[in-house]
C-alpha cells in the first residue's frame, strides 16, 4: 500500500566530506554542514571552499540538500567576514543556510538569495517566536529541543511556516544558546564553536541549608534523543524536516543514523504503519552506535528527571565500532578496505550496505597491497580481502567492540 | 547615567527609593525567572511604585514553549498594566506577543548573543518608537558598549554588579538528587532549592545554582562588579546601570551604591558585598583566539596544488595516496608533503603502481595510487604537487 502523505527530510549530520558522502549514499534526503567558520563546531574537520563544491555536486547530483550552518552568535568582525563567504554559498546554489542571529539573517537576506533556516540556537519555542521571525525572512524553523511533536505541530499552523525538528542525537540540558559556562570559565565562546561541554562534567554539590552534599554526579548531562518510536508522530503532525544531531560524530554514526531512519521513512511510506519486527531491528541498529542512554526527552511529554544521564560515560556492551570503509571492489576478486580500527583474521565482521541487510563475513584471509599475507591490520592501513558480492564502495565495516 | 534595579518588597522598595532610583524592575514568579513574588503581590507592589511617582518595569523573561506561553500569557493579563509602564521582554515570542497585542511600552533583553550592531538595530527598527530601552550583554566589552551607544537611537542598559548567568535549563537537576538521596523530604513541583556546585574537572569551584519552578539555573562562581569603571561608563553615555542585589543579603547597600563618588566609596562598597568579584568581558573579549587550537589546520586541505591525502604507508615500500584534488600528475612529479605536525618533505615519484600493484607511469581514473616510500611521512599527510 502506498501513502500519500507528505514525508519529513530526513536531515543528517556532515562533519566533512567523507562524512557528507556517506549520509548521502546511506539515504539522507539534506545534509547540513559546516565551512571553516561560523558554525558551531569549531572543533570539526568542517569544509575548505574546495571540498564545498565537491560536496555540493556529490549530494546534488543524486538529489539530496545541502544546507550550511552559520548558527554562531556572530560579532561584528565576523558578520564583514561573512558576507564574502555568502555570496560563494550562493554562487554554489546550496539549498539554505542555518542561522541563529537577527544580524545574520539580515546579512544573508541583503546579500544573496540564499533561504534562511533559523537555528534551534536561537530557541525559538513558540509560534509567536516563529512569527516574529517569518517576518525577518526566515523560511523554515529549527525548533527549540523543548518543544514537543504537538507544540510543533501548533506552531507549524499557527505561523504557517517549515518545522525542523530534531530527531536523534546529543542533546543541551540548557536552553540552546542559554549557556555560556565555557565563555566565562575556560574563556571560549560556545555560541561561537568552543563549546567545552562542562554539562558532561561529574559534579559535587553541597545543599548547604539541607547540611546535605551530594558527590560525583553528572547532574547536568541529557540522555540522548531517540525519536524513532515516536517517528509516526511526525509524520502525522506534518513536520518537514527531521534532523539527527552528530556533525563531530563518527562515519558508523551518520551511516546508521541515515540508514536506519531513511529505512523507515520509507517503509511508513509503503505501508502507512510501523506495525513490524523491523521497527525491533532499527532500534537494535540504533543502539549499535556509541551513546548515551536513549530517551525520548520531550516529544511526547516534558523531560523529567529520568532523561538525566547521571552516570560516567562509557561504551556498551551493544557498542560497534567502525572497523573500516570499502574504498574499491574488484568483481569476484577482491575488495580493499581502508583500515580505521584494527581487525584479525578470523574475526567476524559486517558491511553495512546502503540499503537492506548487513553482510555477515568471516575474515579468512587478509593482505596488503603488495600481497604480504597478515593476521592482524593496523589502523590507517589498506587490506585486500576476498571478495564480497553485495557490497559497495564507501559501504562502513563494522564490528563489535569486546569488552 | 541612571542606576535601575530590581525590587521585591515595599521595604526594599522604600530603600530604592531613598536611594534615588527613578525607576525600579519588579515581576511575579509566573513570569519571571527568579522572583518569588504573586500576581497580587506583584500588583501591590507596582501600584505602591507608581504612588512614588517611580518608572515601573515588569520583567517578564522566562522562556516558554508552545502550551506554556498561554498559560504565561493569562498571568500577565492579570497584571493591574495601568501601573506598569514597560515591559522587559527576553523571549522573542512574548516580545511579539506584547508588541502585537498590546500598546505597551518596551524593553528588549539581549543580553544573550546579539554581539553585533546590525541585529540590534534591526530589533530596534522592527519596535519603532515603543522600544524604550536595549539591554545589552556582558560579552560585549567597554568598546564596543561606547560604540554601540554611539549607533543606537534607544537608550541602552548594562549590567554594573550582580551575579553572571551562565546556565539555564528547564529542567529540574537538583530535586532529582535530593530525592533520591536525601531521605524524609518531598519535593514538589514548585519547590525552590539551592546548592553550590563543584567539579574537579574545572579549577572554578563554588558555582551557585538555584533550581525553581521554571528549571535550573547556574551562576558564575564570582559576581560581575563595574562599579569602579563608573566614571568610564558615564562617559560612554550609557544610560542606564543596573544593580542586582536579588541574592544579596542586604538591599540597603543600594544606597550606598548609588550615593558613592569617590574610589574610596567604591572600595568601601565593594569590600561591604564581600562576594568574589570580576570584571567578566569588560576590558576584553578574546573568548574566539583557542578556537585555533581545537584542531590542526596542517591536515587542512589547501587547494591549487592539492593533490590528496597519505592513507597508508609501508616502511620500505610504498604511500598510498587517496586523491582528492583535480590537479594532474605522473611519475616524474615533484611532491611536497605536509605532515601533521608541519613538517614539509620534498620528494621526486619514481615508481607509481595503483591497487592492483601494477606499475603505472600516470593517473588515469585512479582514486588511490601508491608512489615510492619515504621515511618521515605520517598518515594524513596532505600532498601538493610541488
Known amino acids: 500500500m502506498s501513502n500519500n502523505l507528505n514525508m519529513p527530510e530526513l536531515l543528517s549530520p556532515a562533519g566533512s566530506l567523507d562524512k557528507l558522502k556517506v549520509a548521502v549514499s546511506y539515504g539522507a534526503n539534506a545534509v547540513y554542514l559546516g565551512g571553516l567558520k561560523f558554525g558551531l563546531r569549531s572543533a570539526a574537520d568542517n569544509f575548505t571552499d574546495e571540498e564545498l563544491i565537491e560536496g555540493v555536486k556529490f549530494a546534488h547530483d543524486r538529489g539530496v540538500l545541502v544546507y550550511v550552518v552559520l548558527n554562531g552568535f556572530l560579532h561584528d568582525q565576523d558578520l564583514s567576514e561573512l558576507v564574502e563567504f555568502i555570496k560563494y554559498l550562493d554562487e554554489l546554489k546550496i539549498d539554505a543556510v542555518i542561522v541563529s542571529d537577527l544580524g545574520v539573517v539580515q546579512t544573508v537576506k541583503k546579500h544573496t538569495n540564499l533561504e534562511v533556516h533559523l537555528s534551534t540556537q536561537a530557541s525559538c519555542l513558540n509560534s509567536h517566536s516563529a512569527k516574529f521571525w517569518k517576518k525577518m525572512g526566515v523560511t523554515r524553523i529549527v525548533l527549540g529541543r523543548e518543544v514537543s511533536i504537538a507544540e510543533a505541530a501548533k506552531i507549524k499552523k499557527e505561523a504557517d511556516i517549515e518545522i525542523e525538528m530534531f530527531i536523534h542525537g546529543s542533546m543541551c540540558m540548557a536552553y540552546s544558546g542559554n549557556c555560556v559556562i565555557s565563555n566565562f570559565t575556560q574563556g571560549r565562546d560556545s555560541n561561537r564553536g568552543g563549546c567545552a561541554h562542562s554539562c558532561r562534567f561529574e559534579y559535587t554539590l553541597k545543599f548547604d541549608e539541607l547540611d546535605f552534599e551530594s558527590k560525583n554526579k553528572y547532574f547536568m548531562s541529557s540522555k540522548d534523543l531517540n525519536g524513532l518510536r515516536v517517528l509516526e508522530e511526525f509524520i502525522k503532525a506534518g513536520i518537514d524536516s527531521i534532523k539527527v544531531e552528530g556533525r563531530m560524530k563518527s562515519h558508523l554514526y551518520t551511516a546508521t543514523m541515515s540508514k536506519v531512519y531513511s529505512e523507515a521513512l520509507s517503509f511508513y511510506k509503503e505501508h502507512g504503519h510501523f506495525l513490524s519486527d523491523k521497527l525491533l531491528e532499527w532500534e537494535e541498529e540504533l543502539k549499535k552506535v556509541t551513546h548515551r542512554t536513549y530517551a525520548p526527552t520531550n516529544l511526547i511529554e516534558k523531560a523529567d528527571a529520568s532523561t538525566i544521564f547521571n552516570e560516567r560515560e562509557h561504551a556498551s556492551d551493544t557498542d560497534y565500532k567502525m572497523v573500516g570503509r570499502v574504498i574499491e571492489k574488484f568483481e569476484n576478486e577482491f575488495i580493499l578496505i581502508e583500515v580505521r580500527n584494527a581487525f584479525n583474521l578470523g574475526d567476524e565482521l559486517e558491511i553495512l550496505p546502503f540499503k537492506g541487510e548487513k553482510i555477515t563475513l568471516k575474515i579468512e584471509k587478509m593482505n596488503l597491497l603488495n600481497e604480504e599475507i597478515i593476521e592482524r591490520t593496523k589502523p590507517t592501513t589498506i587490506v585486500k580481502i576476498p571478495f564480497v558480492g553485495q557490497c559497495e564502495i564507501n559501504n562502513i565495516v563494522r564490528a563489535k567492540v569486546l569488552s | ?386
Open chain 2, 1 to 386: 547615567m541612571k542606576f535601575t534595579t530590581y525590587i521585591n518588597s515595599l521595604h526594599e522598595l522604600s530603600i530604592a527609593k531613598d536611594a534615588g532610583a527613578e525607576e525600579i524592575i519588579i515581576s511575579a514568579k509566573d513570569l519571571n525567572r527568579f522572583s518569588k513574588l504573586s500576581i497580587l503581590e506583584t500588583n501591590k507592589l507596582l501600584k505602591e511604585a507608581k504612588k512614588l511617582e517611580m518608572t515601573t518595569l515588569l520583567e517578564w523573561d522566562v522562556l516558554y514553549t508552545e502550551n506554556e506561553i498561554d498559560s504565561a500569557i493569562k498571568s500577565f493579563h492579570e497584571i493591574d498594566l495601568d501601573v506598569v509602564d514597560r515591559v522587559r521582554v527576553q523571549d522573542l515570542g512574548v516580545m511579539e506577543y506584547i508588541f502585537s497585542n498590546t500598546n505597551k511600552e518596551m524593553e528588549l533583553i539581549l543580553e544573550n548573543g546579539n554581539h553585533n550592531l546590525f541585529g540590534i538595530q534591526t530589533y530596534e527598527t522592527y519596535l519603532g518608537e515603543r522600544l524604550k530601552k536595549i539591554i545589552l550583554s556582558i560579552e560585549l566589552n567597554k568598546d564596543k558598549l561606547t560604540e554601540y551607544i554611539k549607533e543606537l537611537k534607544t537608550p541602552v542598559e548594562y549590567l554594573g554588579l550582580g551575579r553572571i548567568l551562565l546556565f539555564y535549563s528547564p529542567r529540574k537537576l537538583l530535586a532529582p538528587i535530593i530525592s533520591g538521596e536525601k531521605e524524609g523530604i518531598n519535593y514538589s513541583e514548585n519547590s525552590y532549592l539551592e546548592a553550590l556546585g563543584e567539579s574537579e574537572e574545572s579549577p572554578h569551584k563554588g558555582f551557585p545554582i538555584i533550581e525553581n519552578s521554571h528549571g535550573t539555573f547556574m551562576f558564575h562562581i564570582k559576581d560581575l562588579f563595574l562599579l569602579d569603571k563608573m566614571s568610564e561608563l558615564i562617559q560612554s553615555g550609557l544610560q542606564f546601570l543596573r544593580i542586582d542585589l536579588r541574592f544579596y543579603k542586604d538591599f540597603s547597600l543600594l544606597q550606598k551604591i548609588t550615593k558613592a563618588q569617590t574610589s574610596d566609596d567604591i572600595q568601601e562598597v565593594k569590600e561591604l558585598y564581600g562576594n568574589k568579584v570580576i570584571r567578566g568581558y569588560y576590558q576584553i573579549n578574546k573568548s574566539d583566539v583557542l578556537f585555533k587550537k581545537l584542531k590542526n589546520y596542517r591536515i587542512q586541505r589547501k587547494d591549487e596544488s592539492y593533490i590528496g591525502e597519505v592513507i597508508e604507508i609501508l616502511k620500505g615500500n610504498y604511500l598510498a595516496i587517496d586523491i582528492k584534488g583535480s590537479t594532474n600528475f605522473d611519475i616524474n612529479s615533484h611532491l611536497k608533503l605536509i605532515t601533521p605536525e608541519g613538517k614539509e618533505l620534498l620528494m621526486k615519484i619514481v615508481s607509481m603502481k595503483d591497487i592492483k600493484y601494477e606499475d603505472i607511469t600516470e593517473v588515469e581514473n585512479q582514486k588511490i595510487v601508491l608512489i615510492n616510500y619515504m621515511s618521515g611521512v605520517w598518515p594524513k599527510s596532505q600532498v601538493y604537487l610541488n
